[in-house]
C-alpha cells in the first residue's frame, strides 16, 4: 500500500467536513504535502466518480457522493491499491525440489487471500466512519 490511500481519506474526510470546494493547495496544507501529489491522488477519485472539480478562481474538489457510501474499498480500487505484495519471489520453478519450484506460487496465493481479506475490511469502513471516528477521538482525548 502506498501512501496515496492516506491522502486521499485525509482529503475525502476534509472535503466533507468543508462541505466546500476546496483548493488543492488547501488540500495539501491539511493533509501536510505538496499540492502537485494531492492533485495526482485527486484525479484518481474524480475518475472514480467520487469527487468532483471546479474550475477557476473558486475551484477546487468537492465530494459529489455520501460520505455515507463511500467506502474505503472504493478508494483502494480508484487507486489501485495492493496491500500486500512482494517485487521478490524466493526459490526458481524449474528446480527439482518441492519447495523451490512451489514456494513463490505458494506465496502469490497467500498474499491474494490477505489483500482479498483487507479489501473486504475495506468496505465496511465508510468516509463518515472515519470522521465520525475522528469526532469521538477529539471529544475522548
Not at 18 to 33: D, F, G, I, P, Y
Not at 39 to 57: C, P, S
Not at 105 to 116: A, I, K, P, Q, S
Amino acid at each position: 500500500m502506498t501512501s496515496e490511500f492516506a491522502v486521499a481519506v485525509h482529503g475525502l474526510v476534509y472535503l466533507n467536513q468543508k462541505k466546500a470546494t476546496t483548493s488543492s493547495e488547501e488540500l495539501a496544507s491539511n493533509v501536510c504535502t505538496n499540492p502537485a501529489r494531492v492533485r495526482k491522488v485527486m484525479a484518481k477519485l474524480k475518475k472514480a466518480g467520487i469527487i468532483a472539480t471546479k474550475e477557476g478562481l473558486e475551484g477546487g474538489y468537492h465530494l459529489v457522493k455520501d460520505p455515507a457510501k463511500v467506502n474505503l474499498k472504493q478508494i483502494c480500487d480508484a487507486l489501485e491499491v495492493t496491500f500486500v505484495s512482494s517485487s521478490w519471489k524466493s526459490g526458481d520453478e524449474n528446480m527439482p525440489c518441492m519447495i523451490a519450484s512451489g514456494m513463490s506460487g505458494v506465496m502469490d496465493e497467500l498474499y491474494g487471500e490477505l489483500n482479498e481479506l483487507c479489501r473486504n475490511r475495506m468496505e465496511e469502513i465508510t468516509i463518515k466512519d472515519i470522521q465520525e471516528k475522528l469526532i469521538r477521538n477529539r471529544f475522548n482525548s
